[in-house]
């Protein structure tokens, strides 16, 4: 339940005094004070200039004169007719109004007047904007940040918000669309269009996610709202709270880095992805000693019962290949089709790298656990963490050669670290790079600024973890699921609405390098669809494609 006090803060900051109406109602109050005195010092100067005219003098002036010569000397626009002065008395007065001409035009008036400047002049953060089928991010970090760059890729509207005025100012200098206001505010929600939103990104810091997910229920009960947490303990209140999902990213990063770990130790079989009952898509890589090295595409298809609908070859990805092309050692080939038929293709292609199942994983925290887990089921890991504790075979700093060394890293074939320091990875890297060059490491990093670092060191593969949760994001955000996180393929679901009428073959996605796997109708999944389907208006086209592919079909067709 939101407190009060936060309700009553909110209130305050965005009707009752918001600082914009402070700040002028605090130079109204300096002007007026500031001209009352000027007078004040005007109309006494001017009577004891007429008294010392008279006086010290021998004058006998008017005092209209008199209040026109302080005048003049405060504006410094001159004296007239009275200049010189006999006396000494009457020189000291003018040398005194003199000085005091500085103090009002370099000190009074900038008091009074630069405020009204910087007010003029300041970068203001919007507080509303005028979208609708956007995504509105509540919180910004570093991940929140990936997600945005995900998002201007693919073009997709977008609105940050931001309770810190600052950071929403340097976000909408740098072109990003942003507001400031609290994410736990109905209002503030409110004025980023979550009524109209396609989907609500939580990412804010602290306790504070539960609030902004109820404020979002409050506006609209059907907006897709994923979260993301640190640690999975509120995990069941943010649901209950009405989140549709909850990520964690380090759980996800650890996930990613025991599957690039398995896929090297065997490398021939990568992600699958299940599209539909008993329908999936994955790659598999060719090596010398299966039965498919030296086969044509069609060859293997009658042979294993599936589809070849693209291939890797030096790097280069085919969609639609030719069915007499040869699959040679090195070439992956992008296959669809049954479950059944894929698992026994998987078993017919099964093996290892040959170098030994053993992995060390150094750093027992979420990330180094859940690899742990993952690698558990089937291969051999040996934990080591500076600390002793369940799971923890060898207790010793990871950055220790001494400590590699006793974790048996010289019988190992990959390497992870884990380690919750970039700079203590980056040592740990260095060590066991320093005493075995061909083993395969594997490194976790919090910042992307130390990727180039550690890869410098010896790492193989290094995953961030503002660029694994951003992407996650993105996939969650944008209905889409991933192939091969090598070779960054990833599938989407296009509505068919803005193709109604059109067959297949006839359409952008055709034309580009993309692979439309299956169309989904009703509620039936129909696979390997012919280039002369027509296209009905409820139709979802199953499309799977390279990164800069799918971006490009990105801007014109729906999702």
Not at 389 to 397: I, L, N
């Amino acid at each position: 339940m939101r407190s009060p006090w936060t309700a009553i803060a909110g209130r305050i900051a965005d009707i009752a005094l918001p600082s914009r109406r402070r700040s002028l109602e605090g130079w109204q109050r300096r002007a007026l004070n500031t001209v009352v005195a000027i007078v004040a010092l005007i109309l006494l100067s001017s009577v004891v200039y007429h008294a010392v005219m008279v006086v010290f003098e021998g004058r006998t002036p008017s005092y209209d004169n008199s209040l026109r010569v302080v005048v003049e000397t405060y504006t410094g626009t001159g004296y007239g007719g009275d200049a010189p002065w006999e006396s000494a008395v009457a020189n000291l007065l003018v040398a005194t109004m003199d000085l005091s001409t500085f103090l009002l035009l370099f000190i009074v008036l900038p008091y009074v007047f630069a405020p009204v400047l910087e007010e003029a002049l300041a970068v203001r953060a919007p507080t509303r904007v005028n979208k609708q089928d956007h995504v509105v991010v509540c919180g910004f970090d570093e991940q929140s940040q990936r997600l945005v760059d995900e998002l201007d890729t693919r073009e997709v509207e977008y609105v940050v918000v931001t309770e810190r005025e600052e950071t929403a100012v340097e976000l909408k200098e740098a072109g990003l669309s942003v507001i400031h206001g609290d994410p736990t505010s109905v209002e503030t929600l409110e004025r980023a269009c979550v009524d109209v939103a396609r989907t609500v990104v939580v990412d804010t810091e602290g306790d504070t996610s539960a609030s902004v997910v109820l404020a979002v229920r409050e506006i609209n009960s059907e907006v897709r709202t994923a979260v993301v947490v640190n640690h999975l303990g509120h995990t069941s209140q943010l649901l209950h709270a009405g989140a549709d999902q909850v990520l964690t990213p380090r759980h996800i990063l650890g996930q990613r880095i025991a599957e690039r770990v398995v896929a090297e130790l065997n490398p021939r079989r990568t992600d699958s992805v299940v599209l539909g009952e008993d329908f999936a898509v994955l790659e598999l890589a060719v090596s010398r000693d299966q039965p498919q090295c030296g086969q044509t595409l069609a060859e293997i298809e009658r042979d294993t019962g599936v589809s070849v609908v693209g291939t890797w070859t030096d790097g280069q990805f085919v969609s639609n290949p030719d069915v007499r092309t040869v699959a040679s050692e090195g070439t992956v080939l992008l296959v669809a089709g049954r479950e059944s038929a894929l698992d026994a293709l998987d078993v017919d292609t099964g093996g290892s790298s040959g170098r030994g199942l053993s992995v060390v994983v150094a750093g027992h925290g979420v990330v180094g656990s859940t690899v742990r887990r993952e690698l558990d089921r089937t291969l051999t890991c040996t934990v080591v963490d500076i600390e002793d504790g369940e799971s923890v075979d060898v207790v010793g700093d990871a950055t220790d050669e001494e400590t590699l060394e006793r974790a048996g890293i010289d019988d190992a074939a990959a390497l992870v670290v884990t380690v919750k320091d970039d700079d203590q990875a980056i040592l740990s890297v260095l060590g066991a790079d320093r005493l075995d060059t061909d083993l395969d490491i594997v490194a976790r990093v919090n910042e992307r600024a130390a990727e180039t670092k550690i890869r410098r060191a010896g790492a193989d593969y290094v995953l961030s973890l503002p660029d694994i949760s951003g992407r996650i994001l993105a996939q969650v955000v944008l209905h889409e699921d991933i192939v091969s996180y090598n070779r960054q393929l990833r599938i989407v679901r296009v509505e068919g609405s803005r193709y109604a009428g059109q067959q297949l073959g006839e359409t952008a996605i055709a034309e580009s390098g993309c692979i439309v796997l299956a169309v989904q109708r009703d509620d039936q999944l129909v696979t390997d669809p012919s280039p002369d389907l027509e296209i009905a208006p409820d139709d979802r086209l199953v499309v799977v494609g390279r990164d800069e592919d799918i971006d490009d079909i990105a801007g014109r067709v729906g999702r």
